[in-house]
């Protein structure tokens, strides 16, 4: 048995997706809504539309990934931080006290997917003519009781491809008519990237013991990918070009000329034959299982106690000591969990923020995207029991 971090593309989803009925979802669904080729871009094109001017400044959570930083960072504003606390809230008080005249922009994570307690910071970023900016990398298809996040920010952003298996995808909401993005139409990415993404996916996703065999023919394509990428990498270096013959939607990176790029058409195809309703339900129900089976555990800490009506999770995190020990000796045995965030951006002043620090130190988390069931939760159950 192999189990991936992240839903799995496979070969049914790739071929039928044409023939399922459209789903209508928010904010697929508000006509408002601008594709990226991942989310880093849509916030870099959200920052290009408020034109801040050099002395503004953006107010930014200390507990972030990375990537989220990066495209601020490269905008040139200024950045402030705040606190968020070890159970992924964001520390309001501190948010508020933070706030100077310069500051243009309140950028907020619904961490995960749970939402933030907004309505207060929503009043005050209205009277004082402030941004918001909701960052719903995590929360595609989670709903705040009835409202669903990303509707109360001035704009937010959206991964549309860690919710649904697709090679690529993120966009911009924008909520407010006074902002708008500019640039040139429908820019695909290359198709050597859809290509080669695809590859990595379907080679790489959740399988039983009887599905190996079959998995054979993909990673056969794979290692054919990989050779004509080898060749690529040639033809560019010997042309001294910097070429965009593969540019990773993930990981750790920002290509200035991927910014324009849309999302491909196989995953726009993917995303609308997508049954959301059924992705949250499982979703839901594997999360309450982990919730069951870890809340008495005594050798972890689960920072998320319930699991609100509305929210759809991106996995369950557990507080665990030694977490990537227990991250690399699961994923030995084919199980892949998230060892979350441990990339530090050097812009963020982390000796200010230890529970951030904290929090990016011991936070696992156990997959329960719609392709894990039971028999996978319990194989990694039994194993992580076994690390503690
Ligand atoms: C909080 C947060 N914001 C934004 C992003 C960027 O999303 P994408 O990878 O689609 O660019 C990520 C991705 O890891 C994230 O975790």
């Known amino acids: 048995m192999k189990v991936s971090s992240k839903p799995s593309l496979t070969w049914e989803i790739l071929t039928s997706r044409a023939d399922r009925p459209r789903q209508e979802v928010f904010p697929l669904n508000t006509g408002r809504c601008e594709y990226f080729y991942s989310a880093r871009y849509a916030l870099a094109a959200a920052l290009d539309a408020l034109k801040l001017a050099p002395q503004q400044s953006i107010l930014m959570p200390s507990y972030n990934c990375w990537v989220e930083v990066e495209p601020v960072v490269r905008s040139g504003a200024k950045i402030d931080w705040y606190r968020v606390k070890t159970d992924f809230s964001i520390d309001e008080d501190d948010l508020l006290a933070r706030i100077r005249p310069e500051t243009a922009v309140i950028f907020v994570i619904h961490y995960l997917g ?10 005050v970023c209205t009277e004082r003519g402030i941004v918001l900016i909701e960052d719903c990398a995590h929360a595609l298809l989670s709903n705040d009781g009835d409202i669903p996040l990303g509707s109360m920010g001035d704009m937010a952003i959206f991964s549309i491809r860690k919710t649904v298996p697709i090679t690529d995808g993120g966009c911009l909401l924008i909520n407010n008519p006074a902002f708008s993005v500019k640039r040139p139409r429908s820019v695909r990415p290359n198709r050597f990237v859809t290509y080669f993404v695809a ?7 959740t399988t039983t013991d009887a599905q190996r065999l079959g998995q054979m023919v993909f990673l056969c394509n794979l290692a054919v990918a990989r050779f004509v990428r080898i060749g690529l990498k040639g033809i560019h270096k010997i042309l001294q070009d910097r070429g965009d013959y593969l540019v990773y939607p993930s990981g750790n990176n920002f290509r200035e000329y991927a910014k324009n790029w849309g999302m491909s058409d196989i995953s726009a195809a993917i995303v609308r034959g997508s049954d959301f309703s059924r992705i949250k339900e499982l979703r839901r129900a594997n999360f309450l299982y982990l919730l069951e089976k870890l809340k008495n555990e005594e050798r972890c800490m689960l920072p998320i106690h319930s699991l609100p009506k ?6 369950f995190p557990v507080i665990v000591r030694d977490r990537d020990r227990v991250y690399r000796e699961l994923k030995d045995r ?16 982390w000796d200010s923020f230890p529970d951030a620090v ?20 319990d194989k990694m159950l039994a194993t992580f029991n076994k690390c503690l």
């Open 310 to 315: 509305g929210v759809c999770p991106l996995f």
């Open 358 to 377: 904290y929090l990016k130190e011991n936070v696992f988390g156990f997959p329960v995207h719609q392709d894990v069931v039971i028999n996978n939760l």
């Open 334 to 349: 084919g199980l892949s969990g998230h060892n979350w965030w441990g990339d530090f951006h050097s812009a963020v002043p």
């Open 114 to 123: 749970f939402p933030q307690r907004l309505e207060n910071i929503r009043r």
């Open 199 to 205: 590859s990595e996916m379907l080679a790489g996703g």
